[in-house]
């Protein structure tokens, strides 16, 4: 459905995206990960007909992002990261200006934004300047679907949201892909991969790995310990000189220990840990978390430059 | 932390927009030397109390004290004697690192000479010595906002004030900056920070959690997780703000 080869962006002198190739399937809900300036937005906004690739190309539904653009915006929606909607237009105002825009009306497409529409209704003569953060967020979503798209461009809507509301958005975005839309949205909240179908996980304009969440966290190449201690503060230190260490990271109250394959057991961290003076630890083999792959990732990335 | 010495106390706080009270009656202390996590929803009351606490806003009623200071009458002591920093407002995009530390240090008062060593002690720290030259608008998220960070607490300040400092940042920074806030604590800086990564609620010694205006629990994490019978923050937050 969605089609990239070897796109290239430069700004300047600075190289925004290299050489990225991704291919999305019909009906997917596939996530796009990565810290800010990762190249994420520059990506959708070229999938999206507002910026032209330096190199490569790119298709919507077999429809060329820049011979065809016209047709490629027909099809899709798109809510950027900034809220872009018009402030000085009620809520409903600008929703049926979306709807003019592209020849349709809000009653044609009503049971695509039903759940999420209902739910900032009661203030639709309210200016969509005056929403809260998460009104907001629904509006532009509800805008971003009045006419029916095919495919759902998502630049970061969860960014800065609270953890109760992010949840919301996610089981809206199920609810969505469930109704057929192909779904390509990004985020900078490793947590949040595990709700996609398959993820690219992105840094410094080039892609790291694209797969199943569960495959990700399953072909982690080394070996992980949670570690907790009283205080995790010094036993990371302390780790940080244990032998065949890859990284030594804090995950909330614990720790997660990386350390290259076959060389460690419970017992042996445990002992070292005793040795260097620390107490009332538990050391438990354990699984990676998507965020355990980024990191990994990441830190091979910076070795080889 | 253990020592129980408020730098920050706060009695029947209210600040009301019209008839909108977005902090309605919030009573906290926080210790000298601790990392207070400040959590809650969007739109819950945050942003309103930082803005009091650091002087920028005036209360509708209550009585508070920050560093020692009273919040009506002295906010100009209250600003020389914190440091804050938030996502949205990091440095002057068009002037060098020394050129930003040079316009803060100057902001702050701080003597020249001081200035200096205090200078050279974090781009050293940083390994930013060899970039010292450059716009901050060239750097890295990361970079930036470990050195808005390192800016903030430049001139001392008995409290520092976060207000999401690390939304967006990638996992290996995000934990960096965590590292800073470590080392500030141990100069005795107390940490007042805002966060929606909850693994990051895990980090502070004391949370509140604040809904429509309230604070609705504030204790250790342990305690809390004990309280709400979750296996982590997140699950406590989901079960607080639900």
Not at chain 1, 144 to 154: F, Y
Not at chain 1, 263 to 283: A, C, P, W, Y
Not at chain 2, 171 to 197: C, M, S
Request: aromatic share 8%.
């Amino acid at each position: 459905m969605i089609e990239v080869q070897n796109i290239r962006k430069q700004y300047g002198d600075v190289v925004a995206l290299e050489n990225v190739s991704l291919s999305i399937q019909r009906g997917e809900l596939f996530g796009l990960i990565g810290p800010d300036g990762a190249g994420k937005t520059s990506l959708m906004r070229i999938l999206m007909s507002l910026l032209l690739p330096t190199a490569g190309s790119a298709s919507m539904d077999n429809l060329d992002v820049v011979k065809e653009y016209k047709k490629v915006r027909l099809i899709t929606g798109y809510m950027p990261g900034r809220f872009s909607l018009y402030p000085d237009l009620t809520v409903e105002e600008n929703l049926k200006f979306f709807a003019t825009v592209f020849g349709t009306t809000i009653e044609e497409n009503y049971h695509l934004i039903k759940d999420i529409y209902q739910q900032i209704e009661p203030f639709k003569t309210r200016r969509a300047g005056q929403l809260s953060g998460g009104m907001k967020q629904k509006l532009a979503l509800s805008c971003a679907l009045i006419h029916k798209p095919e495919i759902l461009i998502l630049d970061e809507p969860t960014t800065g949201v609270d953890a109760v509301s992010r949840k919301e958005f996610w089981e809206m975005l199920k609810r969505l892909k469930n109704m057929g839309i192909t779904i390509l949205v990004s985020t900078p909240y490793m947590d949040e991969a595990t709700l996609c179908d398959r993820i690219a996980l992105i840094q410094e304009g080039k892609i790291m790995s694209v797969a199943t969440p569960e495959e990700m966290m399953h072909s982690f190449p080394e070996e992980l310990w949670t570690v907790s201690s009283r205080k995790i503060y010094n036993t990371s230190k302390i780790l940080e000189i244990i032998p065949s260490l890859i990284s030594v990271n804090s995950f909330g109250q614990v720790l997660h220990l990386v350390t290259a394959k076959g060389q460690h057991t419970t017992e042996s961290i445990r002992e070292f840990l005793t040795k260097n003076g620390e107490h009332d630890i538990t050391v438990e083999s354990d699984k990676a978390t998507i965020e355990d792959v980024f990191i990994l990732l990441m830190q091979k990335h910076n070795q080889t430059i | 932390m253990i020592n129980k010495e408020p730098v920050i106390k706060v009695k029947n706080m209210v600040k009301k927009f019209g008839t909108f009270v977005a902090n309605d009656n919030l009573n906290f202390e926080v210790y000298k030397g601790e990392i207070f996590g400040f959590i809650g929803a969007n739109g819950a009351g945050k942003t309103t109390a930082i803005r009091i606490l650091c002087g920028l806003s005036t209360p509708t009623s209550g009585e508070m004290n920050v560093a020692g200071y009273d919040i009506y009458h002295q906010t100009e002591k209250i600003k020389k004697n914190i440091g804050y920093m938030s996502q949205k407002f990091s440095l002057y995009e068009d002037l060098t690192i020394a050129e930003n530390i040079r316009f803060f240090g100057g902001v702050y008062g701080m003597k020249i000479t001081e200035r200096k060593a205090r200078t050279e002690e974090m781009l050293e720290r940083l390994d930013l010595m060899a970039f010292k030259n450059r716009k901050i608008g060239d750097l890295p998220l990361g970079w930036k906002q470990k050195l808005a960070f390192s800016i903030a607490i430049l001139h001392n300040p008995k409290i520092v004030f976060l207000d999401e400092p690390t939304g967006g940042v990638d996992p290996i920074t995000r934990r960096q900056f965590w590292n800073l806030i470590y080392e500030a604590v141990q100069k005795g800086i107390t940490v007042f920070v805002t966060t929606h990564y909850m693994d990051e609620a895990e980090y502070c010694d004391r949370v509140s959690i604040m809904s429509e205006g309230q604070i609705v629990a504030l204790d250790t994490p342990e305690n809390l997780k004990k309280q709400y019978n979750a296996k982590n923050m997140d699950e406590v937050f989901l079960k607080i703000a639900r």
